[in-house]
């Protein structure tokens, strides 16, 4: 792979879109990590967006690039939404055809939709029409017993006339029988199948996600593919962020240290606080900033105990910091 060309992808890292934990708030302290990697919204469905009494796509936008992910397979409503979504000022938007929940299922989108590649292709092909931002697509390496590398071929190959991007969770998903808990974690990680697939698609941009934990095995997989996407380890221990800028995209800037992203912080909290946001909304996603420090359990406790009373301010998150060593 051609290290200069490939160096500024803005995909070569990123954050996974995981429900209830990548809100704005969280992605707005991941921001203070990393000013490359590329942030992903929760899945939002169309329909959501369409109907909402509330703004769905708020967000700050000095937390771009940001990936705003979609449910959903209807073209009309998704392109409709796309549309939206570049008015507000996101980077991309990604479809959803990974996640394994029934209720997704139910809802005609997630990771079904691979045994749909016609519709898959449909509806790229109407947001892409929509908008100038890039569309593009998560999904699995197969579903239940459609799990060949045949299979996956065949999707790719009818959806890359409309996109070029694809994030590959490199496990399978069983559609009925699994949590979607469980499909993160007892169907077998084929790393092997991604690789393959960047070499049979040179031209695509292949990203890999899928239990990947530190910054050695980000390197390793960038050798064999475009991107990384990393979940729930970026999440539960957002000091990894603070490697990316310099480790990843070879940036000769500081290493930010988890102290100095709670401290920036601050004033967002602040302004958070007085359009009546709670505390523990915001400080919930920074209970991981301290692993394997000094002082990190009273700082996760001091949070948890003091964070949703009522009036708590900025100063709750001061004095937790005070116990890091």
């Known amino acids: 792979m051609d290290t200069n060309t490939q160096q500024f992808y803005r995909g070569r890292f990123s954050v996974a879109p995981m429900l209830d934990w990548t809100t704005r708030h969280c992605r707005y302290f991941h921001r203070q990590f990393s000013k490359n ?8 469905t169309a329909p959501a967006i369409i109907h909402a009494k509330y703004d769905l796509l708020e967000y700050d936008p000095s937390e771009n690039p940001v990936a705003l992910q979609l449910g959903g397979s209807d073209p009309t409503q998704l392109a409709h939404c796309a549309k939206l979504v570049e008015e507000r000022g996101y980077t991309e938007v990604n ?18 939709l691979m045994a ?5 292709a449909d509806c790229i092909k109407a947001m892409q029409d929509a908008v100038e931002i890039p569309i593009t697509v998560k ?19 009818k959806v890359q006339p409309f996109s070029s991007d694809f994030i590959v969770h ?5 559609l009925t029988g699994l949590s979607p808990k469980e499909n993160r974690e007892i169907p077998p990680l084929d790393y092997e199948r991604v690789y393959q697939l960047k070499r049979d698609f040179p031209h695509l941009n292949i990203s890999i996600n899928g239990g990947i934990k530190t910054i050695e095995e980000i390197k390793q997989h960038l050798q064999f593919v475009d991107g990384v996407m990393v979940g729930r380890e970026a999440y539960q221990n957002p000091s990894l962020l603070g490697e990316i800028d310099l480790q990843i995209f070879n940036e000769n800037r500081p290493l930010v240290t988890a102290k100095e992203a709670v401290e920036k912080m601050f004033p967002y909290i602040e302004r958070e606080l007085a359009k009546g946001v709670y505390l523990n909304h915001i400080v919930r996603h920074m209970l991981g900033a301290f692993q394997n420090c000094k002082g990190a359990r009273q700082w996760r406790r001091h949070l948890s105990e003091n964070a949703t009373k009522q009036g708590a301010g900025v100063e709750v998150v001061e004095q937790a910091l005070a116990f890091i060593g």
């Open 170 to 174: 490199a496990r399978k998903a069983w």
């Open 95 to 112: 479809l959803n055809v990974g996640c394994p929940s029934d209720r997704v299922q139910n809802g005609m989108f997630g990771a079904c």
């Open 37 to 44: 990697a590329l942030l992903y919204t929760e899945m939002i």
């Open 139 to 157: 999904h699995r390496i197969g579903i239940d017993d459609l799990d060949s590398y045949e299979f996956l071929c065949d999707f790719i190959e």
């Open 116 to 120: 749909k590649a016609d519709l898959v």
